[in-house]
């Protein structure tokens, strides 16, 4: 329930956790975009189903702006662009209920070439070029860098890094959301996220 220097302690569903980040640390803030914010020039990390023709049509979109001219480096915990689907006969985790058609779940990623209509062809960082189509629908999710002294009480972080022996995850990211009508409903803990990190937190941060 404090933001002390570099320390938050984040309170979910199953308690407070604490976290602790450093300059190194990635701090990106989210909210929530429109279609015209798809534009050349912009990252984009589209998720969705493909079709019998392997076209993909997207049900959410996630757009960040280039580091250093490339996307490479930002979304999908690092990964660079292309298209990617779950591990077969990968296991959630007991307290993640995934959405109804996750099994069909495909995503693509690149940097935005053009937009005609619905359609969207982005270049992933191999140079292959891409179409998708991104309904009107879509769920737009802005992303930016932010500077830690723009860290706010109330919202809801994500933190993503190691897990010490105290419980305490130092952050090699931390992602910032406005709380929803329920709060920061996910909760935190739990080992981490998989692959993207030995532990992590999701909470809700205030001052004391």
Do not use: H, W
């Amino acid at each position: 329930m404090q933001i002390n220097g570099s320390t938050l302690i984040l309170s979910g569903t199953t308690g407070d956790a604490t976290v602790t980040y450093a300059a190194t640390t990635s701090i990106t803030q989210t909210s929530t975009g429109t279609l015209a914010n798809i534009t050349p020039g912009m990252c984009i990390t589209a998720t969705g189903t493909k079709d019998a023709t392997g076209m993909l049509t997207a049900t959410s979109v996630l757009l960040s702006a280039p580091v250093s001219g490339s996307c490479a480096t930002a979304g999908l915990g690092g990964r660079g662009g292309g298209t990617f689907s779950p591990r077969p006969g990968a296991t959630p985790r007991p307290s993640f209920s995934p959405p109804a058609g996750a099994a069909g779940f495909t995503a693509a990623r690149g940097l935005v070439k053009s937009v005609t209509g619905t359609s969207v062809t982005l270049t992933a960082t191999t140079g292959v070029a891409t179409t998708i189509n991104v309904p009107t629908t879509v769920k737009v999710t802005t992303s930016a860098t932010i500077a830690p002294a723009a860290l706010q009480t109330g919202e809801c972080v994500t933190a993503i890094g190691p897990k010490n022996s105290a419980g305490t995850v130092a952050a090699r990211s931390l992602t910032i959301t406005a709380a929803g009508a329920n709060g920061c409903t996910l909760g935190f803990g739990g080992g981490g996220f998989g692959g993207f990190g030995g532990g992590g937190g999701l909470g809700s941060a205030s001052g004391a």
